[in-house]
């Protein structure tokens, strides 16, 4: 602990030296918000640390999401799928010309005006008065001819529930997987293959971030008081940052470039993806040599604070997924989703279409929402319509090498994990944890940050204080968040292996997924558990 | 050194033999095969057909009936695959097939005492299997035998006292091998077998 205070207090004089005088890196500035990228120490490692603030049921979990839904006043639509007032995604046909479009605005509400059209988006932004009820003015739009589509922005959010010496001894999950004989035929682990993250940013980079904090009250009415002008040390992710590993990176919540991670879920994303491997620190990854493409469309809590222009809505993770596209990754891992009406995401579902088009492959998280009603995930449901992008359902540790069928008996017990939600859109399976009957030890560990040092916002109002991220540890999450990147990794060793056609990717997945559950296809379990070495060897003549 | 042996092998069989009504004649072969699993070779090898090189024994009774007995041998080197709406991918995983069919065949010889002697038979077959892939691991390699059918027609050509030369089709059908995993599998073939073009080259009367 004194070697931690020491190295802490190191780092925080370094940050307030690098500031003071003046040093300058990329900046970016809003609402008093500045990172200056590149200005900053290495994280302090903390190693294995026992955080059981990420499980679906957790008290933390269910506080994280109600003080961000206080911080956004969303509407709330039929089906109670939150939805960002005050605008809604409009996808004019070609044809119709600008005054014809503002006709047909006009007709579905006096309030409606065309804003400029946002970068890598093929649809407009209709903003309306923010007491209008957008499912009913989206209704009513998409009668009119001049209108392809017409949708709410609903907002979208993380589904985490939430020689290496961790791979030995704490991640049961990717040998599940089949992942060391994977390894063994493709050592290259997808090196030229780039992966982009939708998520909550990756800890990509060292910073020093200048902010304003203001007050702001919580979900249950406790006011937490003004911390006005700090600065905050951030560090990369020491097991996921190497030279030339990140590229393209992308700010769809800041409108910027740079998607620092402030919420630790896209950081540990990426670990299960591409975590560095075979270094003999920290835990494994699947593909752990491809290039990430961090892009950031989902807020966090701190995102909030700071005071972000965007939120995670469909218009932001839209144009998110055509961005990647256009810039040049060959697979998008979607660990977010929402509920919803069906099929009331179009907009996604356009750019999902362009994506697959372009050559990339997307998966996509099937849901957490198995004992709250188990309704429909509106964007896994999207991939399981297109050829070429997944749901993934999550399993626990009950699907154990060798006897994966989860049978549901006593010599094969179920092995869905209890908050995977089950419907006709699950497609693929992979590990996504649980401590029901394994406490930590059916967690998945990756690196991201020490939460004690960033959640300070749970604290009591008098502990509240400025958040650090700089200190990161492994730590372990749960959910059909942490399942998802399974596949994505899996896909990227594939598409380097020469099958590029995500169709083909997608196929080859499910061809070579272990059946689970019933036989052939089914609800809980899709086609299977992943089975990355049978994937990536394909098949011979007669075997 | 076997060269020679072969030959001393072939005259000595081929001598005596005529001498007592029956005909021993052995032979070379070379056959182009059409395989029946068509999609499945395909996917692996870029082509449905191969070549197969052997030799063997055929007996003549009274010039009108004959019993072969022959052996043969096919290797190539393909990749393993998956096949995705008829669409192949290839995973550049090599992999290595080698078939060696044993086979005993009969029949009738037509026009005897003319130069062209068209002949028409069947039999039965063993027909051994084996493909190797790389990173396989205990089990997963091939090495297989079973029986199958065949069906042959075709004519033979006197081009000297001592040589014959002979084309015909021979189709086999050869079940047990093919269509239980794998590609063959996905793509419901199930015979190893198909129609060979074969041409032989017989030494002796």
Known sequence: MVRIRVLLSCAALATALATTLGLRAQVAERNGFRVLEGVGLTAVDQGVLGDDTHTPASFETHRRSAIRAVMHTDGIGSTGAAYDRGHLIVRFRDEAD?????????????????????????????????????????????????????QPDYRVHTLMVPNDPLYQTMQWNLPLLNLEKAWDIQPQAGSNITVAVLDTGIAYTNATINANLPAFIDDSGVKYP??????????????????????????????????????????????????????????????????????????????????????????????GIRYAADNGAKVINMSIGRTGPPDTAPAV??????????????????????????????????????????????????????????????????????????????????????????????????????????????????????????????????????????????AAMLIQQGITDPAAVEAALERFAVDLGSPGRDDQYGYGLVDARATLRGLGIAR | MKTP??????????????????????????????????????????????????????????????????????????????????QTFKTGIPLTATIIPLEFTGGYRFNKGKRMRPYAGGGVGSYRYEETSGFATDGEDVDTRHAGAIFEGGAEFRISQWVGASADVHYTYVPGILGNAGISKDEGETSLGGFQFRVRVLVGK
């Open chain 1, 349 to 490: 579902e356009d750019a999902i279409r362009y994506a697959v088009g372009k050559g990339v492959f997307v998966a996509i998280a099937a849901g957490n929402e198995f004992e709250d009603g188990n309704p429909k995930e509106v964007l896994a449901d999207i991939a399981s319509r297109v050829q070429g992008a997944v749901a993934v359902a999550a399993v626990d540790r009950n699907a154990t090498v060798g006897d994966k069928k989860c049978s549901g008996t006593s010599s094969s017990p179920s092995c869905h994990a209890y908050y995977s939600s089950t419907g006709s859109w699950v497609e693929l399976s992979a590990p996504g944890g649980s401590e029901r009957q394994f406490g930590r030890d059916g967690y998945i560990w990756q690196q991201t940050f020490d939460f004690r040092f960033v959640e300070t916002y749970l604290l009591p109002p008098a502990e509240y204080h400025a958040p650090r991220f700089d200190v990161l540890g492994y730590i372990g999450y749960i959910g059909t968040s942490m399942a998802t990147p399974h596949v994505s990794g899996v």
């Open chain 2, 5 to 86: 042996a072969a030959v001393a092998l072939t005259l000595l069989l081929a001598t005596p033999a005529a001498a007592q009504g029956l005909s021993f004649r052995p032979y070379g072969m070379f056959a182009q095969q059409s395989f029946d699993a068509q999609k499945t070779f395909d996917a692996v090898f870029d082509s449905s057909s191969g070549s197969f090189f052997g030799g063997g024994l055929n007996i003549t009774d009274d010039d009108r009936f004959y019993f072969d007995i022959g052996a043969s041998h096919f290797k190539k080197t393909g990749q393993r695959a998956f096949v995705n709406s008829g």
């Open chain 1, 98 to 150: 600008s005054a014809a479009r503002m006709r047909a605005v006009s007709w579905a509400t006096r309030s409606g005006s065309i804003a400029a059209r946002p970068s890598s988006a093929n649809f407009d932004i209709v903003t309306i008065d923010v007491n209008e009820d957008a499912e009913a003015v989206a209704r009513a739009l998409a009668t009119r001819g001049e209108v392809q589509y017409a």
């Open chain 1, 226 to 319: 003004a911390l006005g002008p700090v600065t905050i040390p951030y560090s990369a992710a020491t097991q996921l940052i190497t030279s030339g590993r990140i590229v393209a990176a992308h700010d769809f919540i800041w409108d910027g470039t740079q998607p620092l991670d402030f919420d630790g879920h896209g950081t540990h994303v990426s670990g299960t993806i591409g975590q560095l491997t075979n270094d003999g620190i920290g835990p494994a990854g699947v593909a752990f040599n491809v290039k990430l493409m961090p892009v950031k469309v989902i807020d966090s809590v701190w995102d909030d604070i700071f005071g972000s222009p965007n939120v995670g809505t469909d218009s932001v993770v839209a144009r």
